[in-house]
């Protein structure tokens, strides 16, 4: 290893050496290390190129925040080399260059900056417009971050939840303090940190030996606790209603709800703006604190410390103490800091320059590192003045200010304003059950911050009811923490706000300029803050160059929207383990056993149609449905919604909600029905049978049965009716025996008489099928002989298995989904929300027939009133195709064309094998829907196919074979167009 | 005779084998592991319970003057005069289930075959679950958004809410020295529920058991072969 290694000191396991490949070369580091230490340790700054420009960029905040660093190992695309934990053998390449790090061929770019500012994307590909989507692909292959392997395998990744009294979120001295405070009353904490290790800036800040005692101290009562969960490499990534919050780590996300909320997350260090500051060893002072204390990595050689506040000092402090050479203390102030550590970095001799600024920062060589910076007298609003002076160094340290972590409390809902002592914003109102400590609310002393922790427990233990003390106010710092204009002008720009964006200050002046000047306006445009870090290090810079522009206060430019995620979320974690829920009717084996292939029908598996080897899908379905016609077909109908209704007002509720008649119904008789909404359209349909008196049951739609189940409820309620409802869609089974032999095949099995006379059409008759309970109706959807078997789904592969075994010498046959549909568009019948749509009327889908407007109220019968005067916007009619037709035929959906303006479209379409041609339902004009009439459809391709208007039903029109009153199996009596 | 009964979960459980018997006319798998082997969690399928529910205003008034405990409280259970349980889901709604070894259940459901006014039948084809284990708030954590673990199972609250996108009603009750949850489902989202639950059952070191691994006097019920 390089001589960056300290020899002694930081958290890491010096006996566990690991080697890595970076970049194409070997390096070793230490358990314990991120890669960015490690890399630093090994003398490597240059870490990763900049989004835009591809500018060398290096380790900024060493807090996982560095967007500049990324990294892929082939898998993941964009890991963050300054939080990425080091692992023996890991392969990584940095991202977003073209050729290797060091030599990536789109730097070029970084030599075109001038002429694309912010926006000019916006402003030079828009014309011709067609030109955009190329410049667009470029821009995005030459722009970005990394590359998604699509041939990676997906991690199953568990998304959880879990549950807390109080949810501590940073674990800093703050934090800490909050959680053991909270733990000892008893509550069930959860406490999260982001870093690998609990402590906050106790584990890098000055002194160390007292800062890691303090935490050591808070660590240890923690672990006395039970109830305490402390959760380190764990990032809250953002705040829902009713204080949810996702918990991200390296393998889950967990949605955690918490009865209060104590947010500690601290303050983010914020860089200084001047030309260069983004150079490979230009970094936060809190960043080169980490690395000494953290990873006992040495940081630079020699360094210019730049600073405005006693955080700098302490931080030039630790550099000596880390053997580094400070060249000198550049501070912006005019009079410097009059703290302990500033008298000590004097008392060491530091050379300290007050009132100085750092105009631009040199790079060395190929631009992997600094070699000096130039430093002026400045004004204090932006522009040097006076003579320059060039300073040796190949580093620099940065302290200038912070800004809150606030993303959290804004989501929630906090009101915060900004103060000039410490000058950042604090909350001034927080929502209910939320608290903030520490640094994020302004509180800086670090006995302070662990009593604002404390107070911020007592708050959250009074919110759930588990403590009454009432704590001191926070005690806010009155020191300026934060300089609250810390950026130097350029001639040559590159003094950057945006390091995920590569925007500059010039950008901001020129938005402003442009009429951006309202801070949401200039994010949009300059997409400050819209980067992977969220605005960490470049927000508040934005907002105090905003208000500086305005010469405004800056409480009163505000800050933008802060919104979930405010941390990067892998996709991964996102998406995580999925539930999809599926229903399976009680038969679903039965229709494995058999080879069918399975459809969904809303959450349902349907049988489509049953495979065989050697014929194809038409095939089958054709079969299928000849079984049907000749002899016996049987199909799982489970998915019809269920519902049974009893009650003194049972009749009353169907004749509300039902557009037909149902009170005089007799027991054991059934009829069909439509429902409608308010608006007179056409929601659902079904079967409903009269049990007894005040005792009915009914079919829905398989996708409408919850709807309609819950739509009903509300009426009873609504209306007061004394009817009681129960949904039985997933209790009950259901099978429909159709065909000639239906009868013949029940009768072998049915406890009671099936024939004719004592079983009609449209009867319903409850009895027992070998021994099981059942409720039949005699049924015609797909224009047979059929009866529609209803029983406990416990029964139903029983029954199903001995229907199969009683018609096998009648040709029985299982017929899906496919099947289905064309037995019932053989005779005209439609299925809601495929022969309809969420605008038809019953008069449009020619059900006018079950529509009893002389009722004195039904559901929609005002809409019908007032619809019934109006002319019809279009109507369903039955179509055929010339016999002869043998090219592509139309689809659902295709449209029919007249004048080169759409007349209608079609619903249903298939081939009949009765009929011998294609056929179906469409809607028309209604000028078009007449008997007779001729149009054309477009299909795909765009050619023309002709149809004409036939009346329905095409099969069996008169409905002889459904009411087995037609005794020739085999006659098709088919309308002919 | 009680006709033949299937459930909900028949297949699947078919597929893992063990030792199966013939619970209530329903075949059910009655052990899958040795009887020193406790898996954690553990799944057990226990859909062959008898269960019959009822509803309306008048519910309350015919289960108590049927003979049956009532809970007081919505959303709360109790146990049956005869083993069992009874459970309030809301304020008219009651599901009765019987013990392995009894059919009052079914008594009910054949006295409510006449109708009573105020009181409306509800057949109940449930997928029923037994879960137990140490590792069984890990399961919840990771397939349910109630804190379930942490309900006082001397608070007797039913629970209904949905677990991997399946509405089901859930309690949590002693069992033997140990506590288990009872989980009822719509039985048609039953293979669902069974299938994604015992995917992480198992990640986290449980599997399915068989009915007699949760109920050991049901052990004297006899074999059948599949």
């Given at each position: 290893m390089s001589g960056f290694r300290l020899p002694a000191g930081g958290r890491i396991d010096r006996a566990r050496v690991l080697p890595f490949d970076f970049d194409g070369r070997r390096y070793q580091g230490f358990a314990g290390d991120t890669l960015a230490s490690a890399l630093l340790a090994n003398g490597v700054r240059l870490v990763g190129r900049s989004f835009k420009y591809h500018r060398p960029r290096g380790v900024l905040s060493l807090a996982n925040h560095d967007v500049n660093a990324m990294v892929t190992d082939g898998i993941s695309p964009n890991l963050r080399a300054d939080g990425l934990p080091l692992c023996a053998g890991m392969r990584l390449l940095a991202v977003n260059t073209f050729g290797s790090l060091h030599s990536d061929r789109a730097r070029v770019i970084d030599k075109l900056a001038r002429f694309l500012p912010v926006g000019f994307y916006y402003k030079t590909f828009f014309r011709p417009k067609w030109t955009f989507p190329h410049w667009e692909r470029l821009i995005r292959r030459i722009s970005g971050l990394g590359q998604l392997n699509f041939q990676a395998a997906r991690p199953v990744s568990a998304k959880r939840y879990d549950f807390a009294d109080v949810l501590v979120i940073g674990a800093g001295p703050a934090g800490l303090a909050a959680a053991v405070c909270a733990g000892r009353a008893g509550a069930r904490v959860i406490l999260v940190d982001e870093n690998a290790q609990a402590g906050g800036s106790l584990t890098y800040a000055r002194p160390a030996g007292e800062a890691a005692a303090t935490a050591a101290e808070l660590l240890a009562a923690l672990a006395a606790q039970a109830n305490v969960e402390v959760r380190t490499a764990t990032f809250a990534a953002g705040y829902y209603a009713d204080h949810w919050v996702p918990l991200v780590d390296a393998g889950n996300i967990t949605k955690v709800r918490a009865k209060a909320v104590v947010v500690a997350t601290g303050v983010f260090e914020q860089p200084a703006v001047f030309r260069?500051?983004?150079?490979?060893?230009?970094?936060l002072a809190s960043a080169a604190q980490r690395l000494i204390h953290r990873y006992a990595v040495q940081p630079m050689r020699e360094a210019v410390v730049l600073t405005a506040n006693e955080e700098g000092y302490a931080a030039a402090l630790d550099l000596l103490d880390a053997g580094v050479r400070i060249q000198a203390v550049i501070d912006l102030?005019?009079?410097g800091e009059k703290c302990p550590a500033a008298l000590e970095v004097a008392q060491r001799g530091v050379r300290i320059l007050l009132e100085h600024c750092i105009v631009e920062a040199h790079a060395a060589g190929d631009g992997s590192g600094v070699k000096a910076v130039s430093v002026a007298p400045w004004n204090g609003s932006g522009m040097a003045a006076g003579a320059r002076e060039t300073i040796a160094c190949d580093g620099v340290a940065m302290s200038v200010g912070f800004a809150p972590a606030t993303a959290l409390l804004h989501q929630a809902g906090a009101h915060m304003r900004y103060e000039e002592l410490p000058g950042q914003f604090v909350p001034v109102q927080l929502p209910e059950g939320v608290f903030a400590a520490g640094r994020v609310n302004g509180v800086y002393d670090l006995a302070d911050r662990m009593r604002d922790g404390e107070r911020a427990a007592w708050l959250a233990l009074a919110h759930i009811g588990l403590g009454t003390h009432v704590p001191a106010e926070a005690a806010r710092a009155r020191r300026a923490v934060s300089h609250p204009f810390p950026f130097v002008e350029h001639a040559r720009g590159k003094n950057f706000i945006d390091f995920d964006e590569d925007l500059q200050l010039a950008d901001f002046y020129n938005a402003a300029q442009e009429g951006f000047d309202n801070i949401e306006l200039l994010k949009r445009y300059t997409t400050v803050g819209m980067g992977p870090s969220q605005g960490k290090h470049s927000n508040m810079n934005a907002v105090r160059i905003l208000a500086h522009i305005l010469k405004q206060p800056i409480d009163s430019v505000g800050t933008t929207t802060a919104r979930p995620f405010f941390h990067p979320v892998p996709l991964g974690h996102l998406a995580g383990r999925g539930f999809h829920p599926v229903r399976r009717t009680a038969l679903h084996a039965r229709h494995q056993q058999l080879d069918a292939v399975f459809m969904e029908a809303g959450m349902w598996l349907r049988p489509e149609y049953y495979a065989r080897s050697g014929k194809s899908k038409a095939e089958l379905v054709r079969e299928e449905a000849k079984a049907v016609r000749t002899g016996a077909g049987l199909i799982d109908v489970g998915t019809l919604g269920k519902i049974e209704l009893s009650g003194a007002d049972a009749g009353e509720l169907l004749e509300r909600v039902?557009?037909?008649?149902?009170?005089?119904m007799k027991p054991g008789t059934t009829r069909y029905g439509i429902m409608l909404d308010e608006a007179g359209v056409v929601i659902d349909d079904g079967v409903i049978g009269r049990l007894a008196e005040h005792k009915f049951y009914f079919t829905t739609t398989t996708t409408g049965s919850a709807t309609v189940y819950r739509e009903l409820q509300r009426l009873i309620t609504m209306w007061g009716l004394r009817a009681g409802i129960v949904n039985l869609t997933g209790a009950c089974a259901a099978i429909n025996l159709a065909g000639p032999s239906a009868r013949t095949i029940l009768a072998q099995l049915a406890d009671f008489d099936v024939g004719e006379n004592a079983f009609p059409y449209l009867a319903l008759r409850e009895g027992t099928i070998a021994g099981m309970p059942a409720r039949l109706m005699r049924v015609g959807f797909v224009g047979e002989l059929g009866f529609e078997i209803h029983m406990p789904s416990e029964h139903a592969p029983a029954l199903w298995d001995l229907l199969m075994r009683a018609g096998a010498s009648h040709g029985i046959r299982p017929f899906g989904v496919e099947a289905q549909r064309l037995l019932r568009l053989e005779k005209g019948h439609i299925i809601i929300g495929q022969d309809t749509?969420?605008?038809?009327t019953p008069f449009e889908a020619a059900l006018e027939w079950a529509v009893k407007m002389d009722k004195p109220f039904f559901v929609g019968q005002r809409s019908l009133q007032v619809l019934h005067k109006q002319p019809l916007r279009q109507k369903l009619a039955g179509f055929m195709l010339e016999r002869d037709f043998n090219a592509t035929p139309p689809k659902e959906c295709h449209l029919v064309i007249r004048d080169g303006q759409i007349a209608g479209r079609v619903t249903s379409i298939g081939w009949s094998e009765a009929l011998g041609r294609h056929f179906g339902l469409v809607f028309l004009a209604p000028d078009l829907a007449k008997e007779g009439m001729r149009f054309l459809i477009r299909v795909d391709g765009g050619a023309m196919v002709e149809a004409q208007v036939v009346s329905t039903p095409f099969y069996d029109p008169q409905g002889l074979r459904q009411k087995a009153l037609d005794p020739a199996p085999a006659a098709m009596q088919a309308v002919s167009a | 005779m009680m006709p033949v009964r299937t459930g909900p979960l028949h297949t699947l459980q078919a597929a893992s084998g063990g030792t199966w018997g013939q619970l209530n006319g329903m075949p059910t798998p009655l052990r899958m592991h040795s009887a020193n082997t406790r898996p954690d969690p553990a799944l057990a399928d226990v859909s062959a319970l008898l269960r019959c529910g009822l509803k309306g205003p008048g519910a309350q008034d015919w289960l108590s003057a049927y003979g049956v405990p009532v809970p007081e409280r919505a959303n709360s259970w109790c146990a049956g005069a005869r083993g069992g349980l009874v459970a309030r889901l809301g304020r008219s709604e009651f599901l009765v289930e019987s013990a392995w070894n009894d059919a009052q259940a079914m008594e009910i459901a054949h006295a409510l075959r006449d109708p009573v006014p105020g009181v409306y039948p509800v057949l109940r084809q449930d997928c029923a679950l037994l879960v137990q284990g140490a590792r069984t708030r890990e399961l919840w954590l990771q397939t349910c958004n109630v804190n379930l673990f942490d309900i006082p199972a001397q608070n007797r609250e039913v629970t209904l809410t949905t677990m991997v996108g399946v509405s089901v009603t859930i309690l949590k009750q002693p069992l033997g020295n140990d506590i288990c949850y009872r989980i009822w489902c719509d039985g048609t989202f039953g293979a669902y529920l069974w299938e994604t639950l015992l995917e992480i059952a198992v990640e986290l070191g449980g599997a399915a058991v068989g009915f007699a691994e949760v109920f050991p006097d049901a052990a004297t019920l006899p074999t059948i072969t599949l």
């Open positions: 260069n500051n983004d150079l490979p060893g230009v970094m102030t005019r009079t039902y557009t037909g008649r149902f009170r005089n749509d969420g605008l038809t | -």
